[in-house]
Every structure is written in C-alpha cells, then in structure tokens.
C-alpha cells in the first residue's frame, strides 16, 4: 500500500471547532485508477491531517485549502490522492492513476490529469513529463514547449537546461536554442553563471554560452553569494565568479553559502563547521556531522548538535544558547521549534523561552502562525507568535 508523504512537522491532526459540514474524501492510496471511496466527513469526526501556511492557505490532507479564518475554500475531488503546497499560485495534484496536472487559487483544474510527473512552476512554466519526454506548461495549461527533450530542468534566469539525442543545452521561453546542446551535461543558472560539463570535465558559462570558468572540475555546485563550491582531485574548495580559488582543496563536501557562510566537513558524514566567504574556518570543524538538520544559516543563526544535545551558534562562531535541547530547528520568522523531555515549544534568539514547551508536535512559524498538537487533547490548532490560539481553538 501507498503511504501519503507527509512531514513530521508540517502535519498533524486537527480538530475544525467549525460547525459547518465539509463533505471529504476518505481515500484508498492502491496507486490504481479505481474511484475512491467517498463519505460526508462532518466537524465532529475531528480526524484531518494540516500543514503550515503557505501563500494564505494550509493545507487539510482529504479535504481542501483553509484559509486563516479556518474557512475551506477549495475542496479536494474524490480523484485527489498527493496534493502540493501552492507554487506561483497554483498546486500541483496527484490522482489516483498516478498522473499529474495543477489547480488554481479558485480550486479550477488549469490542465488535464495525464502527465506521469510535473514540477513547480518557476518563473511561469512548470516542466512536465510523458511518455519519457519532457517539455513545459504555461498557467493556462497550454504546452508551450513540446514534449520533445529526453530530460529537462525548470527554468532559472530566464533559460531551462535541456537534453535532446545525447546532448544539453539551453533554451528560453520560446523554445528558442540559446546555447547549442553540445554539453555532456548541464545544471541550472544560477547568479548569471551555469556549471556545464565539456569532454569529462566541468566548468561555468556565461548566460550568452561563452565560456566563464574552465572545463577543469570534476564535479560542481551552483554559485550563491557569488561563490561556488567545485572539486578536484577528489577533495572540494571553493572559487569565486573569476574562478579564483578561495580555499584550499581540502575538504569532503561544502555546502552552498546563505547569510555568508557554509557548511564544511573534511569527510563526508564526519564534524561540520563553517567557513565564511573570504574560506575562513569561523566555526571549528567540531560539531556533529549526522546530526545537523538544518545545515543553513537562517536569521543570523546555524542549528548544530554537539555530544547529542542541540546548540544555536552565530556568525562569529560564539554558542549563544545554551546546549541543553534534545532537538531544535532553524529561526523562522523569530521564533525557533526546541524540544526537552519529550516535548515541543518555541524560544526566541536571546534563547529565551517564547512559548511554552508544553507540546508533543510543533511546526515552525509561516505566515504568523504556527501549528501545535497536544495528544492529550487530542487535536491540533493554531497559535501564534505569543502563544494564543487563533485557529480551531479547543
């Protein structure tokens, strides 16, 4: 049997204190095209699952969008088994024939349900896949470049990588061929530079296709914050857009930069610290490799786990919060999920607790709340950033 992906964290139950009756689908996941079955799901079976707020709305796993008044206002159809978060709009829509097509705000179908496999829209198309060929979609449902390539990527900066007789390169939004497919194999732009591999060996072109960084790198990652993670010799440094390189070729993987600076260990899966955009070890190389979850700094903050307790550290390198948490994740929106004992609740950057820790399931803060569970309770509601429940409250 298929099981529905869900986030540990992103989704729980909940209970709708609503007194209006939602009729729902209670759906069988065999993968097969056979009809779900359906019943009238009323507020008094109080058995939904929700995630986070994205773009207004949350998602009620077998029922439809809510949006923050706790009013559903889409409705899944009975053929719904996997749906997505909004995306530029729109959402993108399992059924149970395992093909895919997107709903709009409004719950309209903008295309047939018969893609085995779609992506996001990014920058108004959304790449999609049948019968092993790729092409893309426009917010009307139109195919607008054909299901022609053998692989693909979502567009970026104005260009999608794509594959066709062996060969990559990139097009624009027209179906136009901006830089010939000659590449063995190609990654997205990203900062006006894309990672290109040429006769074995990668390196970055320019926007125009002219050659930006040497064919010389065994593998590559995207540029962010004007630099970009390559190896050679089996070991990973860093180079800047002149190709300079910044740091040593010494280590087992780097991480993108965010917030000017990036995760480093000398071997892969062993400590993490961090290195700043000049390739100066701020951070010591100290700190649990398997047990970071969020490896980004976010908010001024990083996340890290040293001897299986959870610590926040600045940019400086200083632990500015005490190491007593059995688990925690990264700032959003001020506030960061902690847990001790068994049990979830918020703290703010002075390490001061913000929130309770009173919770068994907790989600991070989007859009100003944030999703909480009490099993003792029995159901799961909304709070926001004081605590106060604002959404199906008990």
Same mark, same amino acid.
Request: glycine share 10%.
């Given at each position: 049997?298929k099981?529905?992906q869900?986030s540990?964290?992103?989704?729980a139950m909940l209970?709708?204190?609503s007194a209006v ?5 209670i759906?069988?996941p ?9 019943q009238t ?16 709305l ?5 029922i439809?969008f809510?949006n923050k008044?706790g009013k ?6 009975p053929y ?5 978060d909004f995306?530029?709009?729109l959402s993108?829509?399992t059924?149970?024939?395992e ?5 709009d ?5 903008i ?6 496999f779609?992506?996001d ?23 607008v470049i054909?299901?022609k390539?053998?692989?693909?990527? @979502? $567009?970026?900066e /104005?260009?999608?990588?794509? *594959?066709? +007789?062996? =060969?990559w390169? %990139?097009?624009?939004? #027209?179906? !136009? &061929? ?5 590449y063995?194999d190609?990654? @997205? $732009?990203s900062e /006006?530079?894309?990672?290109? *591999?040429l +006769?074995? =060996?990668?390196? %970055?072109i320019?926007? #125009?296709? !002219? &050659?930006?960084?040497p064919?010389?790198y065994?593998s590559?990652?995207? $540029?962010?914050e004007g630099l ?6 089996? =070991?990973w440094?860093?180079i800047n857009? #002149?190709? !300079? &390189?910044?740091?040593?070729f010494?280590y087992?993987?780097?991480?993108? $930069?965010k917030?000017?600076?990036?995760l480093?260990?000398?071997?892969i899966?062993?400590?993490?610290g961090y290195?700043?955009? !000049?390739?100066?070890e701020?951070?010591p190389i ?6 970071y979850l969020?490896?980004y700094f ?8 040293l ?9 400086e ?5 005490p190491?007593?948490?059995d688990k925690?994740f990264?700032?959003?929106?001020g506030?960061?999920v902690?847990?001790?004992?068994g049990?979830y ?5 002075t390490?001061k607790i913000?929130?309770?820790?009173i919770y ?7 859009e ?10 029995g159901y ?8 106060k ?6």
């Amino acid at each position: 049997m298929k099981n529905k992906q869900t986030s540990t964290f992103l989704l729980a139950m909940l209970i709708c204190s609503s007194a209006v009756n939602i009729t729902a689908q209670i759906k069988q996941p065999t993968g097969t095209a056979k009809p779900a079955q359906t019943q009238t799901r009323t507020s008094t079976q109080k058995h939904w699952l929700i995630s986070s707020f994205q773009d207004g709305l949350a998602k009620v796993e077998d029922i439809g969008f809510i949006n923050k008044n706790g009013k559903l206002v889409i409705a899944f159809k009975p053929y719904y088994y996997l749906v997505s978060d909004f995306h530029e709009n729109l959402s993108r829509i399992t059924n149970y024939s395992e093909k895919y097509g997107f709903i709009d705000k409004n719950g309209k179908e903008i295309c047939q349900f018969k893609y085995d496999f779609a992506w996001d829209f990014s920058e108004g198309l959304a790449r999609v896949r049948l019968n092993n060929k790729y092409g893309f979609i426009n917010k009307e449902g139109n195919e607008v470049i054909p299901l022609k390539y053998d692989g693909a990527f @979502s $567009f970026s900066e /104005g260009l999608a990588a794509v *594959k066709l +007789n062996g =060969k990559w390169g %990139f097009i624009d939004k #027209n179906d !136009n &061929e901006i830089i010939p497919l000659k590449y063995e194999d190609a990654k @997205s $732009f990203s900062e /006006g530079l894309a990672a290109v *591999k040429l +006769n074995g =060996k990668w390196g %970055f072109i320019y926007i #125009n296709g !002219n &050659e930006a960084i040497p064919f010389k790198y065994e593998s590559t990652q995207k $540029f962010s914050e004007g630099l970009a993670a390559v190896r050679l010799y089996g =070991k990973w440094g860093i180079i800047n857009k #002149n190709g !300079n &390189e910044i740091t040593p070729f010494k280590y087992g993987n780097i991480d993108i $930069f965010k917030e000017g600076m990036a995760l480093v260990q000398l071997q892969i899966n062993n400590e993490h610290g961090y290195i700043d955009r !000049n390739g100066n070890e701020i951070i010591p190389i100290k700190y649990d490799g398997s047990g970071y979850l969020w490896p980004y700094f976010n908010e001024g903050f990083a996340c890290v786990r040293l001897n299986g307790k959870y610590i926040f550290i600045n940019k400086e390198g200083y632990e500015v919060i005490p190491l007593q948490y059995d688990k925690a994740f990264e700032f959003k929106e001020g506030l960061a999920v902690v847990k001790l004992n068994g049990k979830y609740g918020y703290i703010d950057k002075t390490g001061k607790i913000a929130i309770p820790i009173i919770y068994d399931e907790a989600s991070s803060f989007s859009e100003g709340v944030a999703v909480v569970r009490i099993y003792k309770k029995g159901y799961c509601f909304f709070i926001d950033k004081t605590g106060k429940c604002v959404i199906n409250c008990p």
